[in-house]
Structure formats: structure tokens, C-alpha cells
């Protein structure tokens, strides 16, 4: 078992990504906690992990919050002893043009994926660096290429993948690992959460989810991406398709993402 008696978080882990890579790394071995915003669908998900053998910590957090981020290194510390990999996963989405967006959403999306990860790393990084653990971003394409109506999600992906290389190069000689993880579209609930203009849910994804790789293979990809101890893991042929162009003929893929994004359904900018 790879990572066993390994300390893992998972970060916004009770449902998609986050659930699938608590489930994997905790079939390796792995003593996992968890963090989630509702208490139902926390201890759901603990009872998932706990009925396939995996020793599991629920915490109820907000991504978002400083405090909830101090409080959960502490408990995870206090209950396991130490922390070895931590999966910043938590995050939100939107759509909404940006002209119409409340700037309070714009604050939401930014305080949940940025701020989260930059306030769970602090917290358990004296903790990886003393063990020479991992720590994981669940990013996006979205952080390599910007897509219109998703102005909000696409800062807080470029925001948190500079972040994370920023760090990844202060800590490479002390033996931690940083992987920045870019899931292609993936089959999650993360578009039907996702926030419109006035911060209601859009309660229905605009895409064809049976079309895209499952959160299952997302975290299997991880799994293997940190064992391997590698630096970037692009997903999906179509993310790395758009990662490459975008390198190369920037002003093209303005067009190409345009026209993509306008045959979504409800698409505001048609």
C-alpha cells in the first residue's frame, strides 16, 4: 500500500474530486481527513470511506475561512499526529458575464479556491516540510486558459497555480513535493453549484457530463501524479489540446474558446 499510515487532507472531500481522492488514497493505506461545509453531507461521506476500510476524519470547514483552516490543521494534528499530503481541493465555480457579476461573488469564488489553498497550506506546512510530504492543488485548465463568463473562477485558478509554483521553487530543496493538478471538464456537481450573476445556484450543468472523465479517474491520475512526485498533471485530451495552443497561437484560441463556449446551453454570450 503506497501511502500507508500517511496523513492525508482532502479539502471540500463529500462529493466529485475531493471525495474520489480521499476514497483512493485511503484504499492505499492512507489515514484520511476530510473537510466539508455541510454536516449531512460530511458524515455521508465518512460513511462511505469507513465502509470500505478507510480510517477517516470528518471536519466541518469553511474553505474560506482562516480560522476554520487553523482549526483544522490542529484537529487533524491533535487526532493523527501529523499531516504528510494535503489536497487542496475545495472550490466553487460561476457563470455570469462579468459586467452583470455582483463583485461579492467575485470575493466568494476568490476566498474559497485561492484563499483557501494559500490558508490550508500555511496552516500544514510546517507539518509536510518536517515529514517531506506533498502538497496538491486540484486546479484547472482554466489556469492555464481563461474562459469567458467564468472571469471569477479563471482568476482564482491563475491565481492559485502562481501561487503554488511560487512556493513549489522556496521549498524544492527541502524534499516537498508541489503538484498542480489541471482536470480537463470533469463528471462533478461543480457546474450545477456553479454561481450566476447574483449568487443563486445554476442547479443544472450546461454541459453533457457522461461525456467528460469521472471524478474517479481525476483522482486516480493524482494518486499516481504524487507517487511520481511530479511537478504539473494536465488532464483530458481536450485540456491539453487547449494548454498548447493557447502557448502557441494565444490570439486564435480567443476565437476558439468564444465559439466553444457559446454552444453551451443557456450560453450568455451568444
Request: glycine share 8%; aromatic share 6%.
Amino acid at each position: 500500500m503506497k501511502f500507508k499510515d500517511k496523513v492525508v487532507i482532502v479539502t471540500g472531500a463529500t462529493s466529485g474530486i475531493g471525495e474520489a481522492c480521499a476514497m483512493i488514497f485511503g484504499k492505499e493505506g492512507a489515514k484520511v481527513a476530510i473537510t466539508g461545509r455541510n454536516q449531512v453531507k460530511l458524515d455521508n461521506s465518512l460513511v462511505t470511506l469507513q465502509r470500505e476500510g478507510v480510517e477517516c476524519l470528518g471536519i466541518l470547514a469553511d474553505a474560506g475561512s482562516e480560522d476554520d483552516n487553523r482549526m483544522m490543521a490542529e484537529k487533524v494534528q491533535t487526532h493523527f499526529g501529523k499531516i504528510d499530503i494535503l489536497v487542496n481541493n475545495a472550490g466553487i465555480s460561476m457563470r455570469a458575464l462579468f459586467e452583470e457579476l455582483d463583485t461579492e461573488i467575485f470575493h466568494k469564488v476568490m476566498d474559497t479556491n485561492f484563499w483557501g489553498t494559500v490558508y490550508a497550506t500555511k496552516y500544514c506546512l510546517p507539518q509536510i516540510i518536517k515529514n517531506k510530504g506533498s502538497i496538491i492543488g486540484v486546479s484547472s485548465i482554466n489556469g492555464y486558459r481563461g474562459t469567458p463568463a467564468r472571469t471569477a473562477y479563471t482568476a482564482s485558478k491563475y491565481a492559485m497555480n502562481g501561487f503554488l509554483e511560487s512556493l513549489r521553487t522556496e521549498v524544492m530543496k527541502r524534499d516537498v513535493h508541489v503538484l498542480v493538478a489541471c482536470p480537463g471538464f470533469t463528471a462533478s456537481n461543480i457546474r450545477n453549484n456553479a454561481l450566476t450573476a447574483d449568487g443563486s445556484s445554476q442547479g443544472e450543468s450546461p454541459r453533457n457530463e457522461n461525456d467528460m472523465m469521472s471524478a474517479e479517474e481525476v483522482a486516480q491520475h493524482i494518486l499516481k501524479a504524487t507517487v511520481k512526485r511530479r511537478r504539473d498533471l494536465v488532464l483530458t485530451r481536450e485540456g491539453k489540446l487547449a494548454v498548447f495552443l493557447n502557448k502557441w497561437i494565444p490570439g486564435i484560441m480567443d476565437g476558439i474558446v468564444y465559439n466553444h463556449m457559446a454552444k453551451e446551453k443557456d450560453s450568455p454570450f451568444k
